[in-house]
T-cell receptor, first 111, second 114 residues
Framework: SQKIEQNSEALNIQEGKTATLTCNYT??????LQWYRQDPGRGPVFLLL?????KEKRKERLKVTFDTTLKQSLFHITASQPADSATYLC??????????FGRGTQLTVWP | ETGVTQSPTHLIKTRGQQVTLRCSSQ?????VSWYQQALGQGPQFIFQ???????GRGNFPPRFSGLQFPNYSSELNVNALELDDSALYLC?????????????FGEGSWLTVV
């Protein structure tokens, strides 16, 4: 069965630095990959979607890469701020629209 | 705001009881899916409805069932509740059942089974 791993459960960085989160997957060839942000007690909020034929996508301070050979996606937040502190979820999307989620990485940005 | 609304936001049930959770999808979205998120875990796919028909199901027993209505709103029903059913139940909507369109989540319904 498919397996999605996010590099660490927690990542702590200083304000202004770039946060890099990793998502690795096995036994699957997703058509799309999505990143979500989830705050405690809230539903996931969509951030970015990247297609299998796209290498990189950007949105403001966010950047996502997708390497289907390595079966890996990297999610970057540049010039990080304390308000970026949250859990970030990687999700593979099947052609039927089903999402397979990793456990998430809890990011803490300290001043 | 995603336009996906869920009710109730919190509820407590006793083991063996039944529960119904409700979801209104974003306007124009014809696909609704349900996910279960246990504490410290990522969401797990329960099932998906496209134009009132179930078109995908995860590894959940038959006591988890659902409906989608003509206005594309949806219900998740869980019978014979077990303690392990305690979780955040998330509804998500999108346009189209098999496309690359974005999936938007509601804030979830917190279910506690005692």
């Amino acid at each position: 069965s498919q397996k999605i791993e996010q590099n660490s459960e927690a990542l702590n960085i200083q304000e202004g630095k770039t946060a890099t989160l990793t998502c690795n997957y096995t036994n699957y060839s997703p058509a799309y990959l999505q990143w979500y942000r989830q705050d405690p007690g809230r539903g996931p909020v969509f951030l970015l979607l990247i297609r299998e034929n796209e290498k990189e996508k950007r949105k403001e301070r966010l950047k996502v890469t997708f390497d289907t050979t390595l079966k890996q996606s990297l999610f970057h937040i540049t010039a990080s701020q304390p308000a970026d502190s949250a859990t970030y979820l990687c999700a593979l999307k099947s052609t039927l629209g089903r999402l397979y989620f990793g456990r998430g990485t809890q990011l803490t940005v300290w001043p | 705001e995603t336009g996906v609304t869920q009710s109730p936001t919190h509820l407590i049930k006793t083991r063996g009881q039944q529960v119904t959770l409700r979801c209104s999808s974003q306007s124009g979205h014809n696909t609704v899916s349900w996910y279960q998120q246990a504490l410290g875990q990522g969401p797990q796919f329960i099932f998906q409805y496209y134009r009132e028909e179930e078109n995908g199901r995860g590894n959940f027993p038959p006591r988890f069932s659902g409906l989608q209505f003509p206005n594309y709103s949806s219900e998740l029903n869980v019978n014979a509740l077990e303690l392990d059913d305690s979780a955040l139940y998330l509804c998500a909507s999108s346009l189209g059942g098999t496309s690359g369109n974005t999936i938007y989540f509601g804030e979830g319904s917190w279910l506690t089974v005692v």
